[in-house]
């Protein structure tokens, strides 16, 4: 009986597509840096199919799986397309760790780890642990303009506090609490001093009545190639 069933559905949308209402149009709006040939094939539609013969809802999860979608809808619009409107994720930094690099988005889900060239003007973030935080610290970075054009990594430490890398090879260590203090006073300290360009090696702000300056060292000098990632002593 069930088969019975099944064959007369069939029948049912074979007339319809003969009538006019087969897919001749499968449009998409909103796709930027989604794959094509992965999209084709979480759509599944071909020309020629009946418009009225597959399941809009299945189509969208299989499209929402997709990790650049944020969102999709699909719609059939009578009588031969079906309209799919797709809202990306919003690409945020490169994430290293354990030498892979990773493209993240706003809320720290992984993007994608190849053809990632287009993205190496995005910040760089590092460690266990750095997705989950990456806007938070970056979004205080961009507010401090002193660190803001000099940034060259952020580095998750233990998971709980970060470290500010900067072009000039000067790292920050910064608290685990009241960060946008901490990088207040280097603002503040940049403003009337030019902290940033005193040849510093390392400003360590984790004690909150304290500034801690380290100058180089000719062991520096000689070691500067210094990893990324790391934990405290």
Known sequence: MERT???????????TAQNGFA????????????DAQD????IGLSWGDPVFG???????????????VRSARVERRLPD??????????PLALWQNDGVLSLIDTGGKVLSQENLERF?????????????????????????????????????????????KLTNGLVIKLPEQNVDL????????????????????AID??????????????EDTENSAATLARKDP
């Open 5 to 15: 069933s099944g064959r007369i559905e069939q029948t049912v949308l074979d007339r």
């Open 23 to 34: 897919i001749r149009n499968i449009l998409v709006e909103g796709r930027e840096n989604i």
């Open 39 to 42: 999209l084709k094939a979480a």
């Open 54 to 68: 597959f399941d809009a809802d299945a189509v969208r999860a299989r499209i929402e799986a997709l990790s650049w």
């Open 81 to 90: 397309t079906v309209f799919v409107k797709i809202t990306e994720r919003t």
């Open 120 to 164: 190496q003007t995005l910040p760089l973030v590092v460690g266990s642990g750095a997705p989950e935080g990456a806007r938070a610290i970056l979004d205080l970075i961009e507010s401090t303009p002193p660190l803001r054009n000099r940034l060259a990594a952020v580095i998750r430490v233990g998971e709980r506090r970060w470290d500010v």
């Open 182 to 201: 901490a990088l207040r006073r280097i603002a503040d300290s940049q403003s009337r001093e030019g902290l940033l360009d005193r040849g510093l090696v």
């Open 205 to 218: 702000l984790r004690e909150k009545d304290r500034m801690i300056l380290r100058t180089a060292t000719p």
